[in-house]
């Protein structure tokens, strides 16, 4: 233990601090995908098969915010919507919609109809002069 104390100030000079590289996070992570592991043959398919489900879980869930959940008791499916701030149509799309279409914007299964035919384009857009800023 002696010994160690040799080599820290050499280390910090070297590397700064130990907060700034220390690996405890991965390690953790570690543990989560070693979990995802089903057949140790091929574990590296097992991982990513979960991994990509996991992903697509998540992704649903917050897609899907406003749906009534199946399984899940009233008080505890409230308490999750109240932490949840997504939207499904985008603010910044939604006031591009009701300047374009001032009346029928006000129709709001007409917004969601508008915003399944048009959104991936106005996105696209938006990226493209986003990008063009930079």
Not at 24 to 32: N, V
Not at 104 to 133: D, M, P, V
Request: one cysteine or more.
């Amino acid at each position: 233990m002696v010994h160690l104390t040799v080599h820290l100030p050499r280390e910090i000079k070297l590397c700064g601090p130990v907060w700034l590289r220390w690996m405890y996070s991965m390690e953790r992570y570690m543990k989560i995908l070693k979990g995802y592991v089903r057949n140790r043959h091929r574990p590296e398919g097992c991982i990513i098969e979960c991994y990509i489900a996991e992903e697509a879980v998540e992704f649903c869930s917050e897609y899907l915010a406003n749906t009534r959940t199946i399984g899940v008791p009233k008080g505890i499916e409230e308490r999750i919507k109240s932490r949840s701030g997504f939207k499904v149509i985008p603010t910044d799309y939604k006031t591009f919609v009701r300047t374009l279409y001032p009346t029928k914007a006000k129709n709001e299964k007409w917004l969601q109809e508008e915003h399944k035919r048009s959104f991936s384009s106005w996105f696209k857009r938006k990226i493209e002069t986003e990008l063009a800023r930079l």
